[in-house]
């Protein structure tokens, strides 16, 4: 959809036309993009937000930041950073830097994902190394915060369906079932 490659065959559409309309930046500048093995830069806190968006105001860096941490259940990531957002997350650059868990690298990169302000969001597993705790906070934030925003997200887990409008069941590349996930009584 925001053409890291073209398909070999077929067309994909958006909003009634080719992608292949839409120039590269104008496609790109729309979706919010999150993947499983995603990886964060050895860098400050703050520069790792500005690469996943430089568009965003200086003085509005530090609240878009506390937000998307809190919406991917991040927030005691910032409670480490004894310098603030200007902390390392590694410790690669600076002996003062901090290091992360496994989870919290992965609510890092998922708030990546939720600081850019677009209008469509993917998600490739975005709880696969939480906990079921932390998994289900992270489910119910984004049910919250993606209320009128596309969200497309991939899961193993058919827990994980239930914020979902529709779902579809994928199968060696064919859909193989495609409806609500909601029983309804006859």
């Known amino acids: 959809m925001f053409r890291l490659y ?19 930046d104008s496609l790109r ?30 003085s509005e860096i530090e609240g878009a930041t506390r937000f998307a941490l809190e919406a991917a259940g991040g927030i005691d990531i910032l409670g480490k950073c004894t310098d603030g957002l200007n902390t ?33 969001l993917i998600l490739d597993e975005p709880s696969s190394n939480l906990d079921p705790k932390a ?4 489910f119910e934030k984004l049910k919250e915060i993606t209320d009128g925003k596309m969200t497309i ?3 193993h887990r058919l827990t994980n369906t239930y914020l979902a409008d529709r779902i579809i069941v994928l199968e060696k590349g064919k859909v ?3 409806g609500t996930g ?5």
Not at 6 to 24: A, F, M, Q, S
Not at 32 to 51: G, H, I, W
Not at 107 to 116: F, G, S
Not at 182 to 186: E, G, H, L, Q, V
Request: glycine share 4%.
């Open 135 to 138: 998994e289900h906070e992270v």
């Open 153 to 155: 997200f991939t899961s």
């Open 29 to 58: 500048a729309n979706f919010s993009v999150y993947f499983q093995e995603m990886r964060n830069l050895s860098f400050s806190l703050k520069d790792n937000f500005l690469y996943a968006d430089d568009r965003i105001e200086q």
């Open 88 to 120: 390392n997350i590694t410790r690669f650059f600076s002996d003062d830097g901090i290091e992360l868990s496994i989870g919290q690298h992965q609510k890092l990169a998922l708030a990546w994902a939720l600081y850019r302000r677009n209008t469509a």
């Open 176 to 178: 193989i079932e495609d």
């Open 6 to 24: 073209d398909p070999d065959e077929g067309t994909v559409y958006i909003n009634g036309n080719d992608i292949k309309e839409y120039t590269l």
């Open 182 to 186: 909601r029983i309804t009584a006859k």
